[in-house]
């Protein structure tokens, strides 16, 4: 939700959303632009000049705020594509969303003068994109704005990635519950997003809140501790990353509640692996 750097948040880290999957054969892909670009943008620069394929979940603004600050816009060698829904309620395009954040306002470099070579793509659902030896799918997960959750599928390992995410059907009702795109049909919802999962090799998975926290936070599109372990069980996934930490949260906090919620849902050698998602994280699938 917001960047919180500093001793407290060592461990875990304190940028917001963004994650690099490399290909066999070395291809970039993105996954979200939050203040974690930053650094990656840093690294992309010293190594070999690669496209890159930047895919977007929503433009919530955590999720976005590192792309004026991303170098690879600034280099004119560069070649980037940016993927991402367009929004259904605005019809405001990925780019003009983007554009928005970087406006005269807000940012001294407009996104229409940045040097590199940059194009945009509106996602829609379902929609694949190849990207040499990697296939990425589009699934839509329930927010309160549009919000696209990715698969990145090599042939033989799977990657899913939800973006925000709260579960239609929440597991507490109050009387004043906000609609979210999906309330039409919550149990097909949960049913397309289960089987977006099914079998995945490594899900990382929106799980921002307790039990207790989520009681007052219905209609903020994050899920639980409990949802994301009962999901990911459901799904069959082998490794499970928990993130989007609530930002108020230290890293001791964090491990506390973590531990608690795998004592609490009686997690076992034959369930999926969890762990809590950390900064600058190497995993080969």
Not at 94 to 111: N, S, Y
Request: aromatic residues 8%; glycine residues 8%; negative net charge.
């Amino acid at each position: 939700s917001i960047a919180v750097p500093g001793q407290h948040t060592r461990r875990y880290g304190g940028n917001t959303t963004c994650l690099e999957i490399r290909g066999e054969h070395d291809e970039v892909v993105i996954l979200d632009a939050g203040t974690g670009i930053f650094p990656l943008g840093q690294q992309l620069l010293s190594r070999e000049s690669k496209p890159i394929h930047l895919f977007i979940t929503h433009t919530h603004w955590d999720h976005i705020q590192g792309l004026p600050m991303f170098k690879p816009l600034f280099d004119p060698n560069a070649d980037i594509t940016i993927y991402g829904p367009r929004d259904p309620v605005s019809g405001l395009d990925i780019r003009e969303r983007l554009a928005l954040q970087m406006d005269r306002h807000f940012f001294p470099v407009p996104l229409d003068r940045v040097p590199c070579a940059l194009r945009f793509v509106d996602m829609s659902e379902a929609q694949q994109v190849h990207i040499g030896s990697l296939e990425v799918t589009s699934c839509l997960f329930n927010h309160p704005i549009v919000n696209f959750g990715y698969r990145v599928d090599d042939g033989a390992k799977k990657f899913v990635f939800t973006g925000d995410h709260e579960w239609p059907k929440e597991p507490h009702s109050l009387g004043n519950e906000r609609p979210t795109i999906s309330t039409s049909a919550p149990h097909k919802q949960r049913a397309n997003s289960i089987n977006f999962m099914r079998d995945c090799d490594v899900l990382v998975i929106d799980t921002a809140y307790t039990e207790e926290e989520y009681l007052t936070r219905h209609g903020w599109g994050h899920g639980t501790f409990d949802s994301s372990i009962k999901a990911a069980r459901e799904a069959g996934v082998k490794k499970a990353f928990l993130t989007h930490h609530e930002p108020s949260r230290t890293d001791d906090m964090l491990d506390h509640v973590f531990q608690e919620a795998l004592i609490r849902n009686q997690v076992e050698d034959h369930d999926p692996t969890f762990l809590l998602a950390s900064e600058g994280t190497e995993v080969q699938i």
